[in-house]
């Protein structure tokens, strides 16, 4: 692997998000936000919490499929752009397994998940895990009974999407969807990292 | 001739390189797209399960509220008119988008937003719609209002009467003590 990822956390962890004079963030093709991580966690965890047992499921894929949208998007801004051009291509060598690999780096310089990848088959199977995330942060005290990193399950698949599913499209019709993502740890749940496998889907 | 000074928020911008989190003001936040943003909403709106609408409105006055109170309390923010330029500068800085409260007090306020994320982010992704999407503002606003006067959580209903996401030059936000 030819990823230095130490590097690349390094230089991306730098980058300065700002809203601009209409109080906007226009970067990588889309508009971004910098909200508290509080936000984010209180409207998954109270929206799980009150739908009941048998609507759990669906209020899960609803928060992982907003994430693989916002991931298979703003992933595809992020390695087209200026400062990966800079910082992370001239690293790549394999192509399209060094840019997941770099591609977590980002994920995991921008804040959402101390992340990388640990097992990769190429267009079949990725296992990721992520040592600290700010999804965890919904338990304080003790360990849950339910796995909460929506987030993360949701752009890890589509990660995998942009990588293996084709080309990218930008109305999400094709290539999007065709992994998914499945949270086996969790430290919320007790364990000492979160883990991801991310397969085709069904 | 009087000098009017405009009140600038400060806001500490923090990388960990241990738990590789950032933080504003001691407090994490996290780079979020439109598309997740009104994805969040759209589930909102569309939520058959429970109320989606009150439950995002009532997370991000939570939210908000919570850090504008700190960050009046740190900073010894005392006016009104000095509270709500931080609000709006917040606002903006988190690129939520341009606000500006026309009148505010302890029983009802105004609020227009001039740019919104949401709505703008929405209007891209899927298009206009004549319904309000801006159910994360408006959370926001009854936060900021809450911090503004003491009040406890739930005190203010806001309602969004025009919105840019329906054509509207601006988004109109009424506010009105319960």
Known sequence: ??????????????IKVVGNE??????????????PAAFWNGFAERLTRQVGAELLE??????VNAAHECGYHTGYGIITSEEWKAVVQPMVEK???DILHGAFAVFTAWGWAKSEITELIPNEKMVVRAYDYYESDVVTYGASNKMSAYMIRGVCAAFMDLAYGGEYDPTGKTGLRTFQCQQVKG???????????????N | MAQFKTTEIVLDHKFDPKTCRHSLNDMVHVLHCHHYATLYSRLADDCGMLDGKKLLAEVSEDTFSAFLIRYYERNTVQ????????????YAATGLGQMQVTCAGMESGEVNLIHSHVDEGWIKKWGKRDQPVNFITAGYIAGMFNALFGCAPRTYHVVESECIVSGAERSKF???RK
């Open chain 1, 1 to 14: 692997m030819a990823i230095d990822r130490k590097q690349v956390i390094s230089n991306m962890s730098k």
């Open chain 1, 22 to 35: 209409e109080g906007l963030i226009p970067a990588f093709n889309v508009y971004i936000t910098q909200l």
């Open chain 1, 58 to 63: 669906s209020a899960e894929w609803l928060l």
């Open chain 1, 95 to 97: 192509v399209p397994e």
């Open chain 1, 187 to 201: 430290i919320e749940c007790g364990d000492e990292y979160g883990e991801f496998v991310v397969t085709h889907a």
């Open chain 2, 79 to 90: 006016t009104i008119a000095e509270k709500i330029a931080i609000a709006e500068q917040y």
């Open chain 2, 174 to 176: 009424e506010v009105v």
